[in-house]
């Protein structure tokens, strides 16, 4: 890694690959990291490249951050803001 990375930064990284269960975001020449499928967005996601396609340019949160494996979780999710949900008061 060029630089530390740290859970909690935001960053911007490009997809450089789709998977079914997530994808594949450079964060520099010699670091990736990857959101999976269920930090995409809120809600069901059932198609990855129905939201992101290769190449593309993306914020992204640090979740999480594994030196020994090489393994950095990411999230688009953790960037927007949360759907409105509707209360339901048991009485």
């Known amino acids: 890694m060029a630089k530390k990375i740290e859970v909690g930064d935001v960053l911007t990284g490009k997809v ?3 998977q079914p269960y997530g994808a594949f975001v450079a ?3 010699h670091t990736q990291g990857l959101v999976h499928i269920s930090e995409i ?3 069901f996601v059932k ?3 129905e939201f992101l396609t290769v190449g593309e340019e993306i914020q992204i949160k640090v979740l999480d951050v594994e030196t020994e494996q090489k393994k950095i979780s ?3 999710r953790e960037l927007q803001e ?3 949900q509707r209360r ?3 009485q």
Do not use: N, Q, W
Request: charged fraction near 25%; aromatic fraction near 10%; hydrophobic fraction near 40%.
């Open 88 to 90: 339901r008061d048991i």
């Open 27 to 29: 964060l520099d020449e």
């Open 47 to 49: 198609d990855v490249s």
């Open 82 to 84: 949360a759907p409105f």
């Open 16 to 18: 450089t690959g789709i």
């Open 41 to 43: 967005t809120y809600g």
């Open 74 to 76: 990411l999230s688009i």
